[in-house]
């Protein structure tokens, strides 16, 4: 089969670049022939405003590269990953023209809301969700605390919504989790049109059975990621080491916090290449993961399931379809640092009990995380999308 996988990077490394590495790295390892078309939000920087504007609406540019990569290539199918906003959703018009079948794969709820985390003002937000015109979005300033580039991405998603681009222009979309699924069809995307395939983590890090003695945060550092609950947390859990590994706008904030009610326990690490991070969370005791938005499926808790490390995770959106609450791990309510407390010290005092979650963590990774598990699903997803399309 020949794919071309379509990404528009961000300008700040994350999750969703990748699972589109390791999509793309387990196509090849299968003997697929693996075309990509990837843009990088760097770039923007250097880009006129009004320029930037327009091809958030309709990417010129990215239309023509493709036209260019369809005609020559004819690949069996586009998978999509994430075209905003350099990308654009011109690119699924041309990949219609050509009558080649689009796959959009969901990773955050862009479609649906111009922030793209059902998250406001500290708080879950679905404001927006059914909404064609996405003004509450605007009168907010949910996107870079701007009115004027909220209003540049919601005049884009009320265009596409009214020329039915959900429906007509994209064969099938990739949802990560049932609740992912269930929150895209409230917000408008067709059921028969939506189906459930997970993120995986590849390659396999392997598990550490010792050395475990911190408790372990690693991500982004910002409000929607819940870091100040943690924080606030352990100013009460002092005889308990925490490691945080990431970078975001809250950083100076958390260190600040740290120095100010000297937490000698608690060690701010910044952000570490990703060899590091799965060094971390292989040693660490169990991985805490605070979001306070819906998030879609995290790779932080798939990786600590591959590294047979047991999840903390606040009881919001898919964090309570991804753990099995006391057989691979804790869930808090979202934002209360007392109970968060109240688990940190149980999960503390059970070394024995949160082991036999690491090990049942590791079995839930190789049950339904795995590159060759997933692999048969996007091979089945892409089989049906090709056959149905022809129909």
């Known amino acids: 089969m020949k794919i071309l996988q379509v990404h528009n990077y961000y300008r700040d490394p994350g999750g969703e670049d990748e699972v589109f590495a390791a999509e793309t790295a387990i196509l090849q390892q299968f003997g697929h022939k693996v075309l990509k078309y990837t843009v990088t939000n760097r770039s ?84 927006c969700i059914d909404k064609y015109l996405t003004w509450p979005a605007i009168i907010h300033n949910c996107y870079r605390s701007s009115r004027l ?147 879609c499926l995290p790779i932080s808790i798939i990786e600590a399931f591959a590294c047979g490390t047991p999840v903390i995770a606040s009881r919001l959106g898919a964090m309570t379809e991804i753990i099995d609450e006391e057989r691979t791990g804790l869930l808090y309510n979202p934002g209360d640092s007392d109970d968060l407390i109240s688990k940190v010290k149980w999960a503390w005092s059970h070394p024995d009990k949160i082991k036999q979650m690491g090990i049942e963590a590791r079995k839930e990774y190789e049950a339904k995380y795995t590159a060759v598990k997933n692999y048969k699903l996007l091979l089945e997803i892409y089989n049906k999308t090709i056959e149905s399309y022809k129909k």
Request: with cysteine; glycine share 4%.
């Open 149 to 295: 580039q909220t209003s540049i991405v919601s005049t884009m998603l009320t265009m596409q919504r009214l020329i039915k681009t959900w429906q007509n222009d994209i064969s099938l979309f990739v949802a990560l989790t049932e609740f992912s699924r269930n929150k895209f069809i409230i917000g408008g995307i067709p059921t028969e049109k939506i189906v459930v395939k997970p993120n995986f983590v590849h390659p396999d890090p392997g598990t550490q059975e010792k050395d475990r003695e911190f408790i372990l945060f690693v991500g982004r550092v910002t409000p929607e990621k819940g870091v100040k609950t943690i924080t606030k947390a352990w100013n009460k859990l002092e005889e308990i080491p925490l490691r945080i590994a990431g970078d975001g706008i809250l950083k100076k904030e958390i260190g600040e916090e740290i120095k100010i009610g000297n937490l000698q326990n608690v060690e701010l690490l910044g952000r570490v290449p990703h060899s590091e991070a799965i060094s971390l969370i292989k040693k660490a005791f169990c991985l805490i993961f605070s979001s306070e938005w819906y998030e």
């Open 44 to 127: 923007i920087d250097t880009m006129n405003r009004v320029a930037l504007a327009f091809q958030t609406f309709w990417s010129w540019p990215s239309q023509r590269a493709l036209f260019r990569m369809l005609k020559d290539e004819r690949p069996d199918i586009v998978h999509f990953h994430n075209t905003f906003p350099l990308i654009s959703p011109s690119a699924y018009y041309v990949c219609k023209k050509a009558a080649i079948p689009v796959i959009q794969t969901l990773h955050n709820f862009r479609l649906l809301c111009p922030s793209s985390i059902f998250f406001r003002d500290n708080y879950v937000c679905e404001d």
